[in-house]
């Protein structure tokens, strides 16, 4: 199953953090662990064993043309860029999930997604920091934060919530912020312009 690919305990001393290399075939590094790691979230089904042979090659391949680069298989600048862009390291996709987990767990799956959703449209916004670990940990931007719900452990559900966000399902519509009315007493959060109510959430612009 890729969610068993997704979950699994990668190598974390091979999973580099500096600019990543150029793969192609017969690579074999940490950078190649975490491209088969991205491959997988996209749905693009791929061994994770940190060698780039032929089905990475032919995922990347067919990632590239779908979204109109070059479709050479060799992952180099452009190619990473554009897959940091669309996917999420495992340290980053395990802090969406106890995102997930901590702030919706007992919602509709449609509402677990939609809380997913909203900390991914964070990264493309201007109003807020460009990387995911800062968006979750911005100071009173999330609740399970000050509460220390967030290091619970999240179950499969989350996990499921997560990926589904990250392929581009955004039941928010597009919301940057949700609250719960029934709990919330910021006279700011209900100024806020309402998209869409999901559960026992409110989400907005």
Not at 128 to 134: A, C, E, G, K, R
């Amino acid at each position: 199953m890729i969610m068993s690919l997704l979950i699994a305990i990668l190598p974390l001393n091979q999973i580099q953090a500096a600019t990543p290399s150029t793969l192609k075939i017969g690579s074999k590094n940490g950078d190649v662990w975490d491209l088969q790691y991205r491959l997988n979230q996209l749905n693009y089904p791929v061994k994770i064993d940190g060698v780039y042979g032929y089905e990475s090659y032919n995922a990347v391949k067919k990632l590239q043309k779908e979204y109109g680069l070059v479709a050479d298989g060799i992952v180099g600048s452009k190619s990473w860029s554009l897959i940091k862009k669309i996917s999420l390291s495992q340290s980053e996709f395990t802090q969406l999930t106890r995102l997930v987990y901590s702030e919706a767990r007992g919602e509709p799956y449609k509402g677990q997604v939609a809380v997913a959703a909203v900390a991914l449209n964070r990264i493309g916004s201007s109003s807020f920091p460009n990387d995911l670990q800062s968006v979750i940990f911005q100071k009173d931007a999330f609740t399970a934060i000050n509460d220390g719900q967030f290091w619970l452990t999240p179950d499969a559900t989350a996990k499921y919530a997560a990926l589904d966000a990250i392929r581009g399902w955004d039941p928010s519509s597009g919301a940057l912020f949700y609250f719960n009315p029934k709990t919330a007493t910021s006279s700011w959060i209900w100024s806020r312009p309402q998209i869409t109510t999901i559960g026992n959430h409110i989400f907005t612009k």
